[in-house]
């Protein structure tokens, strides 16, 4: 007998790849979502299955709670992966997304009492700000500029982990707390602003690519499904704090931009442009604790991760 999940943010990049590996794995699962940043593209191939509901809906509206409860009797996990995550995207959704990182966090938390399930919060690296230590261990209490362009979606992940954190202490609620640094696959959007799409697109078309700054600033990216196998471990385990989840590959922007240039054999030329502010200028994830609590490391190459990407980018331009 498969568990009755829910998926907060199924629709989207990677919720609806955990989605898939969740009906996969014989789970019965809801997704929840409101489509501000998802596609409905993404799971439709799911909805003729009896393990798959979709139900549309926001997960900060205040009727949330009673609306599932009423739907199903049991629940055993819920992830919480809504929340809009590309900087073109919270940037232009600054009030929902901190919603959704408060109100959506608080409901879901509410369901999870209710049910007595356990709960994955998706957090983030951004909690760390632009940061002051290197790499990141999940110890670093981080360097966030509370009113910045990013601080919307930065504060409102460090109130999640904040609230989840006192659900933890006054309920002794099963809550898991992952910090995902930066991940890519296959289903992000071409134009939704984050690197690997943007350099992908533009090397596809060997149009200029664009790289803000000087360059030197570095990302670690970690492939989708190691992500995803990342995200279950930490479900079932019994760590109830933040964990790092992604991989500690790191590269700089110029790097990386030479490397898909070579990989997809494309005539683009590198062009800088100014630097956003508050932009991070290092980024690799600490992942010991995950290794060590969650036998869990990132087994897809670069090589292999970016072909993948670039065979559905070719695919759905
Ligand atoms: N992709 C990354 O590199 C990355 C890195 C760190 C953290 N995360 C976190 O992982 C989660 C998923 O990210 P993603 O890259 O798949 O983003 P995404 O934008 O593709 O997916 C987010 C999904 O949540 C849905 N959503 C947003 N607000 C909602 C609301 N109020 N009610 C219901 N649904 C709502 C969107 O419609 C979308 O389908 C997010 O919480 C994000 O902060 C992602």
Known sequence: MGKRIIVAGGAGFIGSHLCD????????????????TGDKKNIDHLMGSEKFDYIEADVSSSGLVEMIRGKYQ???????????????????????????????AKNLLDLALGYGARILMASTSEVYGDPLEHPQKEEYWGNVNPVGVRSC????????????????RKHGLKVRIARIFNTYGPRMRLNDGRVVPNFMSQALNDKDITIYGDGLQTRSFCYVSDLVDGLM????????????????????MLDFANNIIKLLGSKSRIVHLELPPDD?????????????????????????????TAEYFKKSR
């Open 280 to 308: 991070p200028q290092r980024r690799r994830p600490d992942i010991t604790k995950a290794k060590n609590r969650l036998g869990w490391e990132p087994k897809v190459t670069f090589e292999q991760g970016m072909m993948r």
């Open 21 to 36: 590996t969740l009906v996969k794995e014989g789970h019965s699962v809801a997704c929840i979502d409101n489509l501000i």
């Open 153 to 168: 979606y930065d504060e409102s992940k460090r109130f999640m982990e904040a609230i989840s954190s006192a659900y933890i």
């Open 233 to 252: 471990r930490l479900m079932a385990s019994d760590v109830n704090t933040p964990v790092n989840l992604g991989n500690p590959d790191e590269k700089s």
């Open 74 to 104: 049991h629940v055993d996990e819920i992830y919480d992966m809504a929340s809009p995550a590309s900087p073109v995207d919270y940037v232009m959704y600054p009030i929902e997304t901190l919603m959704v990182g408060s109100f959506g």
